[in-house]
């Protein structure tokens, strides 16, 4: 529909609104004018509705926008391409049609009979007042007399008629009626083009290939027909007839098939349209070249229709038309709704502004290539940006990516940018001009909380902390704005993470600044919280799948190493659980407490050592960890009950006393004692378990045996109970049952060494003097030279009375 019947819409419903104001006259007028069973069925009043059914039952009148109607629009349209292709392909390639496709031309013709038969029935809008007109007999007359006459010619069975006639060439020129079906491959371009659905250059481009295809088409058939004309003796008289292709003759051309003969002739259409002939195919004839001068001038006023809707696509797009366009519907809206002077001033104003200063738009360096796009955004935004407050400390890469994201924007005085308990998605940094944040009580008051100057920023607490924005943000003078929107700040956040730790640092540090803003920093300081737990996470998932490069750069975007998760794991428990070396020896590079333990006591080397991995588990020992154990006695009790020997041997190994008690003072020998343990009382007595202690039934492992009945082990348990008397040189079994051992542990180097030159130690119970102690600690450890024992200060131990129990010492050469 044009302009001008658009201006008639606005007019008609403004009039009528003016002398009906109240919502049911304006639901009536909806009603009249979309006619009954538009969407509006339950609005209606008891009037419009009988009107409505009144309407309907005079003449059972279809409505265009009913979806079986629009869903036969679609079917008939298909028909109607298919006519207007076919027509002159009838036309020109059949003198009389085959019999499949006469019975599809037969049921083409029955479908636009019907569609006749609908048009009686069909209501249509009035030109004049844009109502929908519902009267029978309105309708008919409209019909009758528009196209009527010619629908009804067009469906005529021509090819009949034509061999009824004894194939009268003059009746088959009746067959171009059909072509005024094109109308409504016409109308469906032009719905098409309303359509703000699909994209409108996209619409005029198809619209006008759709033409020149079309016009080739039709072209191309003539030419074909045009050689048909002539006798048989004379077509190589013809264009085509006298065609030689290389080797290929066309002098038979009746005789070939239809689709090389088709092709044959859209190709002399073309290049004839196009004026770029080849000189392979021209005119022969007199016919011929009177139909090509028709056909050229033709096309010349074709080409001028396609370059001149070319260009009119272009100036439509230009940025003053937009603005012109913009600028109409936005004062025809207004007009529509009634709009007060102040709004209309503000609105017009803004979009006046903003074309004024649309050159700074990104859209006017699109076809710039990105990194030349970022230079000028540096250039221009840069010396903002590094200043806002929100951004101090920060790097200068995450700097950077902020400047090439953000958009500039104008914006007049009064306006409002943002309102309190609204959800907000785009953060502003403020370049030139003054805003004002206004806070509005319970009560309705307002207040002005703070005015925002230059190089500030407004949103970022509501954006960080994902909670409605705090207050009302006006402008105060004309300013100049910077945005960037939630989701590409949220993005770089992501990838500077200690940048984004910055940030909520200094929004934190601003809002205290205020006692205004206070009640802001327990929603700032949670998702600081927050955030540093999903950081943490991160790493520690980073660990346990072995992802190294994750990890190194986490950390190097400013993650902490040591942070640790809900259960108080760190990514070395993790890291050494999974036995992934070169990630534990990274984050011991990386200075990670080698020992930390967590919310169930395990340390990093106790978890190595529970899943097997000797190889993480040197690693730690050789860099200094050590297995301390919450409640070592029931700790290894529970191993012994398990019957884990190889978990036992590598606890064992690591310097765990296995004299340690639980809570009934017993200690793992008395379990596997009971439990009849062989192999599992073998371990612990070669890790000096001594067989002597008592639980607090007064019970020794021995007596744990000799009720458990296994002789294997009660023998072991005496012939160590005897190797332990030697050792200590006891002489009654009364004395034994009174006294407590005492132990330590013996390592083969000086404590000074460094980590590298350290090895085992082994845990021996402490003899009488100092010389039986040197002797079985270079047995049971292979040394060779002449031997001190040394404390952990470095103090050489003369006599066995200086040493404490479960003391570490350390035995050394003469030379050392």
Known sequence: MGDSDKEGEYEVDDLREGFKSSRGSRLNLIANQFGFGFGFRRNFSSQSLITGIRHFSKGSVIHPDNRWYRTWTKFILIWALYSSFFTPMEFAFFRGLPENLSILDIAGQIAFLVDIILQFFLAYRDSQTYCLVYKRTRIALRYLKSSFIIDLLSCLPWDVIYKACGRKEEVRYLLWIRLYR?????????????????NYLFTRIIKLIAVEIYCTHTAACIFYYLATTLP???????????????????????????????????????????????????????????????????????????????????????????????????IKYMNRNKLGRDIRDQIKGHVRLQYESSYTEASVLQDIPVSIRAKISQTLYMPYIEKVSLFKGCSSEFINQIVIRVHEEFFLPGEVIMEQGNVVDQLYFVCH????EVGVGEDGSEETVSQLQPNSSFGEVSILCNIPQPYTVCICELSRLLRIDKQSFTNILEIYFCDGRKVLTNLLEGKESNLRLKQLK???????????????????????????????????????????????????????????????????????????????????????????????????????????????????????????SDFLKRVLSNGVDPSSRDYDHRTPLHVAASEGLYLMAKLLLEAGASVFTKDRWGNTPLDEGRMCGNKNLIKLLEDAEC??????????????????????????????????????????????????????????????????????????????????????????????
């Open 182 to 198: 094109v109308r409504k491959v016409i109308e469906f371009f032009q719905t098409l083009e309303k359509d703000i659905r699909i």
């Open 433 to 436: 001009g003054v805003l004002e």
């Open 522 to 644: 327990s929603d700032i300081t949670f998702h600081i919280g927050k955030h540093e737990a999903e950081l943490a996470l991160r790493v520690n998932s980073a660990a346990y799948h072995g992802d190294l490069y994750q990890l190194k750069g986490l950390i190097r975007a400013g993650a902490d190493p040591n942070k640790t998760d809900y259960d108080g794991r760190s990514p070395l428990h993790l890291a050494t659980s999974r036995g992934y070396e070169d990630i534990t020896l990274f984050l011991i590079k990386k200075g990670v407490d080698i020992n930390i333990k967590d919310k169930f006591g395990n340390t990093p080397l106790l978890e190595a050592i529970k899943c097997g991995h000797d190889g993480v588990t040197s690693l730690l020992v050789k860099e200094g960890a050590s297995l301390n154990v919450d409640d070592a006695g029931s700790f290894l009790c529970t191993a012994v009950a398990r019957g884990d």
């Open 232 to 330: 048989p003796e004379k077509e190589g008289y013809t264009w085509i007839g006298s065609l030689k292709l290389g080797d290929y003759s066309y002098s038979n051309f009746r005789d070939i098939d239809i689709w090389t003969r088709y092709t044959t002739s859209m190709y002399f259409a073309i290049v004839t349209m196009a004026t770029v002939g080849y000189g392979d195919i021209h005119a022969v004839n007199l016919r011929e070249m009177i139909f090509i001068m028709i056909y050229v001038s033709f096309d010349m006023v074709l080409g001028a229709y396609l370059i001149g809707n070319m260009t009119a696509l272009i100036v439509k797009g230009s940025k003053t038309e937009k603005f012109r366009d913009k600028m109409t519907d936005l």
């Open 723 to 816: 190797t332990q008397l030697s050792e200590f040189h006891y002489c009654s079994q009364g004395m034994i049952d009174k006294m407590h051992p005492r132990k330590c542990t013996v390592f083969p180097f000086h404590p000074w060494d460094e980590k590298v030159h350290r090895r085992h130690g082994i845990v021996l119970w402490v003899p009488h003097n100092i010389e039986e102690l040197i002797k079985l600690a270079v047995d049971k450890l292979d040394f060779l030279d002449g031997h001190s024992i040394l404390s952990e200060d470095g103090g050489k131990i003369l006599d066995v009375d200086m040493i404490n129990d479960g003391q570490k010492l350390y035995l050394i050469s003469e030379t050392q």
